[in-house]
């Protein structure tokens, strides 16, 4: 079983719609989750975190964990063609950060 | 505020040769540092970790080693490369807490050839 899923893509999305992203975790010792953008050819960036159960919303992203389920997902709100990229989900267990595969996610204008 | 360059950008190889990357932090102190390698199209995989000057944890045995001369400094080597050594190298920090996430260097990508 990997340590961290994601859900398979590519992801295209119309320009303004919402765009789910999902991730689950198969460590229950797991304590911080990240997402992360990758443009192609580019290094990853932060742009989420979160740490305790529920929502956590920045500007047209809205992060939200379950650790019961041991799932965390990434809303994208009014999708823009430069949100079109690679999201990676992160999960932390003391010092290190494990990688899911990533989620490709095309916006059409 | 930190900072964390790494270099160089690109570079082409020839399969046998040796090779050396290096990252540097600025703006913190006592960072944990971590190399990655992402191979086209692939997830990203954790090679080496370090929490401390001289401190070096490998996580794939493989055809690489890594070193931490300096609190703030990560080097990534190799004696002899092999075609599968392609790929994307990314270095990253992050503090020793556990809610802070690792911020990458913009990477090298390597060719073997």
């Known amino acids: 079983q990997k340590e961290v899923e994601q859900n398979s893509g590519p992801l295209s999305v119309p320009e303004g719609a919402i765009a789910s992203l999902n991730c689950t975790y198969s460590?229950?010792?797991?304590?911080?989750f990240f997402w992360y953008r990758q443009y192609s050819g580019k290094s990853p960036e932060l742009i989420m975190s979160?740490?305790?159960?529920g929502d956590k919303e920045d500007g047209r992203f809205t992060a939200q964990l379950n650790k019961a389920s041991q799932y965390v997902s990434l809303l994208i709100r009014d999708s823009q063609p430069s949100d079109s990229a690679t999201y990676l989900c992160?999960?932390?267990?003391?010092?290190?950060?494990?990688f899911g595969a990533g989620t490709t996610v095309t916006v059409r204008a | 505020s930190q900072t964390i360059h790494q270099w160089p950008a690109t570079l082409v190889q020839p399969v046998g040769s040796p090779l050396s990357l290096e990252c540097t932090v600025e703006g913190t102190s006592n960072p944990n540092l971590y190399w990655y390698r992402q191979a086209a199209g692939r997830g990203l995989q954790l090679l080496f970790y370090?929490?401390?000057?001289?401190?070096i944890s490998s996580e794939v045995p493989q055809n690489l080693s890594a070193s931490r001369p300096q609190d703030r400094q990560f080097i990534l080597s190799s004696k002899k490369l092999l075609l599968s050594d392609s790929g994307f190298y990314l270095c990253?920090?992050?503090?020793?807490?556990?809610?802070?996430?690792?911020?990458f260097g913009s990477g090298t990508r390597l060719t073997v050839v």
């Open positions: 370090s929490v401390g000057i001289g401190q």
């Open positions: 979160i740490y305790s159960n």
């Open positions: 992160a999960v932390k267990r003391v010092y290190k950060l494990s």
């Open positions: 990253a920090w992050s503090l020793d807490r556990q809610n802070y996430g690792y911020t």
């Open positions: 460590d229950r010792g797991s304590q911080s």
